[in-house]
């Protein structure tokens, strides 16, 4: 196999940097004049016709702090544009927090969401690292409304949605916000300071291993108002974007990665207790790659399953491979187990021969079981989150936020 395709090497590493201002490059159209995100068209051209979400723009907040620590030119101005975006027309003055984004013509969609809030709270976080305006003043606003709407201090566990005016919840509860705020709450802990919010991560993690441990390490995705799951929901939509039928092998290999940095920063010096939580990390990991990696007969991850493991949605997201090369690269430098790094190797492979695009620059967002370009579930080429970040995770330190680690330059030894 190629050497560009192996975990630490040269060559790789190289082959990462590529992608990485390739990457840079695509997203510099994303602000619109009021700074929120325009979605991207498969060429980078913005969709402006779309709506703008507000957390595509803490995405490409996050993003392009990470561009400004790393020295990509303009970036500083990127975020900026973003944060004024995230400050101003997605802002709610009336009734506080954030508008899950705005319509093309600039009115506010319906609801808000501890989705996009997690996600604010996130490009808080890494505005401050990149020395931002402002952004340490929207993290504190955000972590209050965060901590007065979202948070269940007695459950350990976030909700999902309110109306606009923050009178009505809804009954759904799901555990995609509650992973992005595990992500988010990390990065708080990292960057001010304040372990509380760490231990929240934790809080939330538990009830995570104990619903998939359970469960043959296929994590339950939907609940009830009462954290009943609710394991077919959706059964009759099973493609829906954001609350798709069954278990979501990609969520099963992102929770991996995150249970491995909580635990690694939590039991620094209690190795016992971080590799209890490792090895459920493993286990999630492994249930997730078997059930998905060419499990209808051709490379790439199929996007859900079955309780039985069996594919329901046979399309491959572009986000999934980007987190099975973060996690099979971190557990690979925790664990020393080969098989992690071989995995790395094949997930680098099929990204450089389906999922990169080598003509309009960024990755595919979306392919069929035959590894045909679609956008039934993502067309276009949203953001850039998640495949910057796996051209970053590989080789940091794994027990610490990708942006805090960038900004300290700690670098896996």
């Known amino acids: 196999m190629n050497n560009k395709y192996r975990l630490d090497t040269e060559e790789n590493k190289k082959f990462l940097s590529e992608i990485r201002e390739n990457l840079f490059d695509f997203g510099h159209q994303f602000p619109s004049p009021g700074g929120s995100s325009y979605y991207l068209g498969n060429d980078g051209t913005p969709w402006k016709e779309r709506n703008r979400e507000t957390w595509i723009t803490c995405r490409m907040a996050h993003v392009y702090s990470l561009g400004t620590m790393l020295g990509h030119a303009g970036s500083e101005q990127l975020v900026d544009e973003a944060l004024r975006g995230i400050r101003g027309e997605l802002h709610d003055v009336k009734n506080g927090g954030w508008y899950a984004g705005v319509t093309a013509d600039g009115k506010a969609l319906p609801c808000k969401q501890c989705y996009a809030h997690a996600f604010v ?31 269940n201090e007695e459950e350990g566990l976030a909700c999902d949605t309110w109306n606009t005016e923050f009178t009505v919840l809804d009954d759904y509860r799901g555990l995609n916000a509650n992973m992005h705020t595990v992500e988010a709450f990390l990065a708080v802990a990292d960057v001010t300071g304040r372990e509380e919010y760490r231990v929240r991560a934790g809080r939330i993690i538990n009830r995570v291993l104990g619903w998939a441990s359970s469960n043959n390490w296929r994590i339950p995705e939907h609940f009830t108002n009462e954290w009943a799951a609710d394991l077919e929901c959706n059964k009759e939509q ?44 493993e286990n999630l990991f492994d249930r997730a790659v078997q059930d998905a990696w060419k499990s209808d007969g051709a490379p790439g991850i199929v996007y859900t399953t079955d309780w039985d493991g069996k594919p329901v949605v046979h399309d491959r997201m572009h986000w999934t491979l980007a987190e099975a090369i973060n996690t099979s690269s971190v557990l690979y430098h925790v664990t020393e187990k080969q098989e992690y790094a071989d995995r790395y190797a094949d997930f680098m492979q099929y990204l450089d021969e389906k999922v990169l695009d080598h003509v309009n620059g960024s990755w595919f967002h979306q392919l069929d079981r035959n590894n045909n370009v679609i956008g039934t579930v993502w067309p276009g080429k949203s953001d850039l989150y998640h ?14 936020s990708i942006a805090q680690a960038v900004k300290k330059s700690i670098v896996h030894s």
């Open 238 to 281: 099973p493609d829906d974007q954001f609350k798709p039928y069954g278990a979501t092998p990609g969520h099963g290999i992102e929770w991996s990665r995150l249970i491995t940095q909580w635990a690694l920063s939590t039991y620094k010096n209690d190795r016992e207790s971080a590799w209890t939580y490792i090895e459920a990390a």
């Open 387 to 400: 495949a910057v970040q796996a051209t970053l995770i590989p080789y940091y330190v794994p027990d610490v």
């Open 121 to 151: 709270i996130l490009a808080a976080t890494s505005a401050i690292l990149a020395v931002r305006e402002g952004a340490e003043e929207l993290l504190e606003e955000a972590l209050e409304l965060y901590d007065l709407r979202f948070w």
